[in-house]
């Protein structure tokens, strides 16, 4: 269980990939879809360690962050959906999208037009994470410190949502906007990495996402005791975790990040949603 500490956050245990042997050999992966049929097939090689972190209340630092220096960035934005109507793809793509898009666009002036790539909304259920294999209808929290996209693999993820577009002369971030559907949630929030605390050569591992039909790459993170992890205690609806996934230079802060256990245990099950961009310069 997390354990608080005065005015600065808690202690928390983070499952990093391990620094194993494994990886200067076979790089890792993990499947989406059920492998249990194909002979010899496994849906993962990750090796786990279990570590204990500082994760700080942002709200209780004096510190602050910008998407820029950090890879993060934490707003204000009323928007639609709450957990009422966060099944309705329609409404989400119709009303919430283009308000997303309104708030990115005036806090992030830089950005010259947005393209819409997709959502998730998650459920926490019960049953996580204690019980692996039990059906669930909705994406879980993602523990695993992580990054959605590498710089290839955002171009791969490019090419598939928009294939009539080449976009290879192009600069542009893949922007995730990540918030709450009730609150104030404590319960396994999502915790953000400062970009300076990582060592990107020594930390940072490119991973196979492989679907039925293709492979994707997004990126995991090693262990190291230099990492300052950050979350927003109490968050509400109208807080939002605004945070880049991957650039097309390679060469941007972007932003690690993981749910947490806070152990709040007698708090309702967490319910989010998260929207991603491409966003063009």
């Known amino acids: ?19 194993d042997p494994l990886y200067k050999t076979e790089k890792p992966y993990a499947t989406d879809f059920d492998v249990s049929t194909i002979p ?9 360690e279990l570590v204990e972190h500082t994760v700080h209340d942002a709200r209780a630092t004096s510190k602050s962050f910008s998407l820029e220096r950090n890879g993060f960035q934490f707003l204000k934005g009323q928007t639609c959906i709450d957990v009422t109507n966060c099944d309705d793809d329609n ?6 999208r283009p308000e997303i898009a309104a708030i990115l666009r005036k806090h992030f002036p ?14 926490r259920s019960p049953l996580f994470p204690g019980s692996p ?3 669930v209808n909705f994406a879980q929290p993602a523990s695993l410190p992580h990054a959605d996209f590498t710089t290839r ?12 577009t080449v976009y290879c002369d192009m600069e542009y971030d893949l922007i995730n906007a990540w918030t709450v559907l009730r609150g ?3 319960d396994w929030p999502l915790a953000v990495c400062d970009f300076n605390s990582i060592d990107s050569a ?11 039909n293709s492979v994707g790459e997004n990126s995991l993170l090693f262990n190291s005791d230099r990492h300052r992890w950050y979350y927003l205690a109490d968050q509400r609806p109208d807080d939002l975790i605004v945070f880049r996934n991957s650039n097309s230079l390679g060469k941007r802060a972007n932003s690690y990040h993981a749910a947490f256990d806070t152990g709040a245990v007698h708090e309702p099950a967490r319910q989010s949603i998260e929207i991603r961009f491409a966003c063009f310069r």
């Open 1 to 19: 269980m997390a354990q608080p500490i005065a005015n600065s956050g808690m202690n928390v245990v983070l499952p990093y990939l391990a620094r």
């Open 40 to 48: 010899g097939a496994k849906d993962t090689n990750h090796r786990i």
């Open 91 to 96: 409404l989400i793509y119709t009303k919430f």
């Open 110 to 123: 830089f950005y010259k037009s947005f393209r819409y790539l997709d959502h998730q909304v998650r459920k």
């Open 133 to 135: 294999g039990e059906p």
């Open 153 to 164: 693999g955002a171009v791969l993820r490019m090419a598939e949502k928009f294939p009539e």
């Open 184 to 186: 104030p949630n404590n």
């Open 202 to 212: 020594a930390d940072c591992i490119a991973n196979d996402i492989i679907h039925e």
